[in-house]
């Protein structure tokens, strides 16, 4: 059975990292993320968010050196990897908790025109 999820969605914050302690530990960025799901309206033509979700993702290692150098906040990502459900206790209630992580394995930025050409005008000024 395969374990493979890819969407896209917004970045809810601005991605956060974890560093390493010592070198066998690995290196972690943490983000949240908005995967909507548009629907065409007939009578309109536009595109309506029909419902979404938020997803806890996190990066390691090499991508997620890149996540923190280059996503920020409300930009569109595409992501691929794998669902993780995780469990534990909350230490003030006592209660049980869970929630799914989606562990990624690629993240790809999901560019407009105008966010293309920002970026590229970046790129350029940086070299």
């Not at 374990?3 to 969605?9: I, L, M, S, V, Y």
């Not at 070198?23 to 995967?35: G, K, L």
């Not at 906040?73 to 908790?97: A, F, P, Q, Y």
């Amino acid at each position: 059975m395969s374990n493979k999820f890819t969407g896209a969605g917004n970045l809810g914050n601005d991605p956060t990292f974890i560093s390493p302690v010592g070198e066998t530990q690995r290196q972690v960025a943490d983000m949240r993320v908005y995967f909507d799901r548009p629907v065409r309206d007939h009578d309109s033509e536009q595109f309506k968010d029909n419902g979404g979700f938020w997803l806890d993702v996190s990066a390691w290692d090499w991508l997620a050196k890149d996540v923190m150098r280059t996503l920020k906040k409300g930009m569109r990502i595409k992501v691929e990897g794998s669902l993780k459900h995780t469990t534990w206790t909350d230490d003030n209630s006592g209660e049980e908790r869970s929630k799914w992580v989606l562990y990624a394995d690629d993240i790809a930025l999901v560019l407009g025109r105008v966010e293309a050409i920002e970026i590229r005008k970046k790129m350029e000024k940086a070299s």
